[in-house]
């Protein structure tokens, strides 16, 4: 069973405006037609009560509406009329087409054209006088002149809608774009934090820890010399950082970043914080001369490689860290590989971050990277990290 819907506020007043206007044309005699012999003057306010009261469900049941109301305009016609009576049902028509279906909408014009028509033919037919088209001129103006009213007014307010729709879309679709856009940044920034603080940080926790448990002058003399020099390099790596934030660089990356020239100093710098735990940091770079690299692909190539120092320093076992450039193919490929197993002395936790960031900077390039042990024989077992980097500018997404 359906709920009652009230009646729109502008609807009861249309109807009421209508009725007590029929009402006063009534009260003085201000009929649309002569005198019906067999029909009673009052009979022509049937109709029109039945008009008024349709106006209250001319939007929610348009197409009802006119049914009936057509059926009272056509009763109209055997009284003595009233003005206010057409007036209401050329509204009837209008509503039935800006409210009704959209079959309804694309209907009503076709056929009130058809009756305009067919009403013109019919009389001229008939009464074969000129004066027969003013019958079809106003059959025309009280059901064809509204439903066409009604298909414009329709037209002009599907447009405001799909207009506005399109705007509400694009809005969203800027949102969805500003969301995406801060999550990337924020994914960028961490990587680049994790990046260039874990390295020393790392040094400075086993250092640290390597001065408080060996009770030897030199070793802690030794330990805060590499302390305090990655305490110094740290801070002006995260005042760069912080100077990048606050300045809000219209570039995707630092103008001072790091590149592969810069890897000789980074390698330099391991050798110091590994020395007190057993390792050997070796740089084999086997590139030959193929012009300067994108600036996404060196940074990525220097970050793989500093974490992949810091992971080393953290937890690889006494041996060689070897550090190796190369090419293959078309592909920049950059690989470190340490010592992996059990080691004694001070190590510093880790929490996987830089792993995560490593994948992340070399599918943002569209490259490939591979971690894990490889087979080495009878030999120690080998932790590799290897990348492989497009260099072209066009691999390199943003």
Known sequence: MSSFTRPHRHDVLIAAIGLFGGLFLW????????DRTFVAPWVSLLPLAVVSGLE??????????LVIGTLALVADQFTVGNLA????????MYAAVLYGTPSAARRIPVTTFLITVAVTIGFLAWFRNPQALLI???TGMVSFLPAITGVSVRNHRDAAEAALLRADQTALLAEMDRTQAVTAERARMARELHDMVANHLSAIAIHSTAALSIDEPDTSREAL??????????LAEMRRLIGLLRTGGAHPEPSASPTLASLDAL????????????LTCVFEDARDERGPLPAPVELAAYRIVQESLTNALKHAAPGPVVVRLGWAGPLLAVEVSSVFGDRAG???PGSGAGLVGMRERVALLGGAIETGPVPTGDGPRIWRVRAELPVTEGSVRA
Request: aromatic share 4%; hydrophobic share 50%.
């Open 85 to 92: 009576t057409v007036l209401m049902f050329t509204d009837l």
């Open 56 to 65: 209250l469900v001319r939007r929610n049941a348009p197409q009802a509406a």
């Open 225 to 234: 010399g590499v302390i305090r020099e990655n305490s110094v390099a740290g």
């Open 27 to 34: 009260v003085f005699g201000l009929h649309m037609q002569g």
């Open 346 to 348: 001070p190590r510093a």
């Open 267 to 278: 390698i330099e710098q391991a050798r110091t914080n590994a020395a007190a735990s057993g």
């Open 136 to 138: 079809g001129v106003i």
